[in-house]
């Protein structure tokens, strides 16, 4: 088990530093953490070693969102994340059991989308599907409590929002999807107008609330070779929806961190300088190294991330920490850069490892 003596040392959240930095205005005073998400088995695992709960009432109705606090501060984040509530989308999915090395931590199974096809196969699916409500009271629920309990020296991270490329291929099915953009573009588009229609609504509420700080959508649309559609058909049906996104939130004075697995290298350019994205996030070493990444785009827009998970899984602490060390050095001077996996903490990471990865973030001086 490693010391974490970094995790000893006294922290106190700074959500206008972390906005600041991922603004780029200049190196920060400490490093800042950032990730998409902890998986619950992650979370539960932290809380119980380090009795995070302590002096918390299970009674009180809001002791999830305490407890959910007190986790991210005890890690060193200068945020706590929510999502719009009650957002439900029929796809088509399977399950397979969980092989995780962290038995302890094993959920029992994961899903994933089918593939193949998907709810909507033709004009007639897609008239009949039935979309979520973007007016719905319910969706801003999560958002309207921690708008008015968050405490004052963290800020607000909205995510579970700009699902466009993976919402085309989870609708029509990935498979569905490449066939009809041959036979139909049509039909196509008409789901990507659709999307976009939704989620300009759900951003406008969401930016209604003064405590949010950062939209972050997530939005995977590559895999390890390039995109999942053709760059033109990219830049066609999915980034339209990420430019409407990142144009609201700049409207109304927020930031716009973007969350998209894959080799992303063909849009790249449109994602920085057109759609304006003020960081990207998601990173691994196969693809592409957070450290080179620095050195190219990096210098335009901020990255979120970049620990290679694979690396976390198969490497000893010492090897970790000296990771941590070289990414700092080359990613911290001038700001723009967030500490953390490259791309969530998964129960499979074993949590000594994730944490030796923390604990050196903490201790790092520059």
Same mark, same amino acid.
């Given at each position: ?64 969102? /305490? ?11 200068? *945020?706590? *994340? ?22 302890? @931590? ?18 007639? %699916?897609?008239?009949? *599907? ?8 319910? @969706? ?33 099915? *990935? ?11 049509? @039909?196509?588009?008409?789901?990507? %107008? ?12 969401? @930016? ?60 790249? %350019? ?18 592409? %190294? ?9 210098? /335009?827009?901020?990255l979120i991330g970049g620990i290679d998970v694979d690396f976390l899984c198969r490497s000893d602490e010492k090897a970790i920490r000296k990771r941590v060390r070289e990414t700092l050095d080359t990613c911290q001077a001038g700001g723009g850069y967030c500490l953390g ?26």
């Amino acid at each position: 088990m490693p010391k974490l003596e970094g995790l000893r040392k006294p922290f106190r959240p700074d959500g206008q530093a972390l906005i600041d930095n991922i603004a780029r205005k200049g190196t920060p005073r400490r490093v800042h953490n950032m990730e998409l998400f902890h998986d619950p088995e992650v979370r539960a695992a932290i809380i119980e070693r380090f009795d995070l709960d302590k002096g918390l009432n299970p009674n009180d109705p809001d002791y999830g969102r /305490k407890l959910f606090v007190a986790f991210h501060r005890f890690l060193g984040f200068d *945020y706590v *994340y929510t999502a719009p509530s009650g957002q439900n989308w029929p796809f088509f999915g399977a399950s397979t059991q969980d092989t995780g090395d962290v038995s302890e @931590l094993s959920r029992g199974d994961r899903h994933y989308r089918d593939e193949h096809v998907g709810p909507i196969a033709n004009r007639e %699916d897609f008239e009949k *599907y039935p979309w979520p409500d973007p007016n719905a009271p319910e @969706l801003t629920s999560d958002i309207e409590w921690w708008n008015k309990n968050l405490p004052d020296d963290m800020c607000l991270v909205v995510w579970g929002i700009g699902h466009f490329c993976e919402h085309l291929s989870w609708l029509l099915g *990935y498979e569905t999807l490449c066939y009809t953009l041959y036979d139909d573009r049509g @039909l196509v588009k008409a789901i990507a %107008d659709r999307l976009c229609e939704y989620y300009e609504a759900v951003n406008r509420r969401i @930016l209604e609330f003064e405590r949010v700080s950062i939209l972050f959508p997530s939005d995977d649309m590559g895999y390890r070779g390039g995109t999942l559609i053709s760059p033109d058909d990219t830049r066609e049906f999915c980034l339209p929806g990420h430019k409407m996104t990142v144009r609201m939130a700049h409207d109304a004075g927020r930031l716009c961190v973007l969350h998209s697995c894959g080799n992303l290298e063909s849009i790249i %350019d449109d994602l920085v300088d057109d759609c304006k994205i003020d960081a990207k996030h998601s990173f691994e070493d196969t693809i592409e %190294d957070v450290r080179e990444a620095k050195k190219t785009y990096g210098r /335009k827009t901020a990255l979120i991330g970049g620990i290679d998970v694979d690396f976390l899984c198969r490497s000893d602490e010492k090897a970790i920490r000296k990771r941590v060390r070289e990414t700092l050095d080359t990613c911290q001077a001038g700001g723009g850069y967030c500490l953390g996996t490259g791309n969530s903490v998964a129960n499979y990471i074993p949590l000594d490892n994730y944490l030796a990865m923390v604990d050196e973030g903490r201790l790092y001086g520059g």
